[in-house]
């Protein structure tokens, strides 16, 4: 299991059985359907790529072994957040920004939502699946939406903490 946020790792859900798990890892990793999204850059390594699967499709199990190396728990998901959302506020240099969620995979209702900018990975979806551009927090469950709205009630507070103690009003 992830414990630390890598440039380049994208983060992600994959609902499956009403159950939410969370994953960093690269962005061609989110792409449902690989084979129509870049089936050249796959030549002779589509074995290597997430154990062989091309597309994600009714093979939630062995898509979800395959990405367990990437996985990261719910508590140290709040902790790479909320951690990496200081960084950001103390050093302008750091590239990042903050770890928001990219992906959403739905199994249960065969929807993928993505706010990669890069690359319309919504486009590449198996027939019978939503794919839509839009902010994946949006269709979690309300706990999962409260990590993020957390770390902006901490970062709020601090700063009308800031404020008060130097006599300044927020």
Same mark, same amino acid.
């Given at each position: 299991?992830?414990?630390?946020?890598?440039? /380049?790792?994208?983060?992600? +859900?994959v609902?499956?059985?009403?159950?939410?798990? *969370? !994953?960093? /890892?690269? =962005? +061609?990793?989110?792409?449902? #359907?690989?084979? =129509?999204?870049?089936?050249?850059?796959?030549?002779g390594?589509?074995?290597?790529y %997430?154990?062989?699967?091309?597309? $994600? &499709?009714?093979?939630?199990?062995? !898509?979800?072994? =395959?990405?367990?190396?990437?996985?990261i728990?719910?508590?140290?998901?709040?902790h790479?957040?909320?951690?990496?959302?200081?960084? +950001?506020?103390? &050093?302008? /240099? #750091?590239? %990042?920004?903050?770890? #928001?969620?990219? !992906?959403?995979?739905?199994f249960?209702?065969?929807?993928?939502?993505?706010? !990669?900018? &890069? $690359?319309a990975?919504?486009e590449?979806?198996?027939?019978?699946? @939503?794919?839509? *551009? &839009?902010?994946?927090?949006?269709?979690?469950?309300?706990?999962?939406q409260?990590?993020?709205?957390?770390?902006?009630? #901490?970062n709020?507070?601090?700063?009308?903490?800031? =404020?008060?103690?130097?006599?300044n @009003?927020?």
């Amino acid at each position: 299991m992830k414990t630390e946020w890598i440039l /380049d790792e994208w983060l992600g +859900t994959v609902c499956y059985q009403g159950k939410y798990r *969370f !994953f960093l /890892d690269d =962005a +061609t990793y989110w792409v449902l #359907d690989m084979a =129509a999204c870049s089936p050249s850059s796959l030549e002779g390594n589509s074995s290597y790529y %997430r154990n062989g699967i091309l597309v $994600v &499709d009714e093979n939630a199990e062995e !898509f979800l072994e =395959a990405m367990k190396e990437a996985e990261i728990s719910l508590n140290d998901l709040r902790h790479l957040v909320n951690k990496q959302h200081q960084i +950001t506020l103390a &050093d302008e /240099d #750091d590239d %990042r920004g903050d770890l #928001d969620l990219v !992906f959403l995979i739905n199994f249960d209702e065969k929807l993928y939502i993505s706010m !990669f900018y &890069d $690359v319309a990975y919504e486009e590449y979806v198996p027939k019978g699946w @939503k794919g839509i *551009f &839009d902010d994946p927090l949006k269709y979690v469950p309300k706990e999962i939406q409260n990590i993020w709205e957390e770390v902006e009630r #901490d970062n709020i507070a601090g700063k009308r903490q800031q =404020a008060y103690s130097t006599g300044n @009003k927020y």
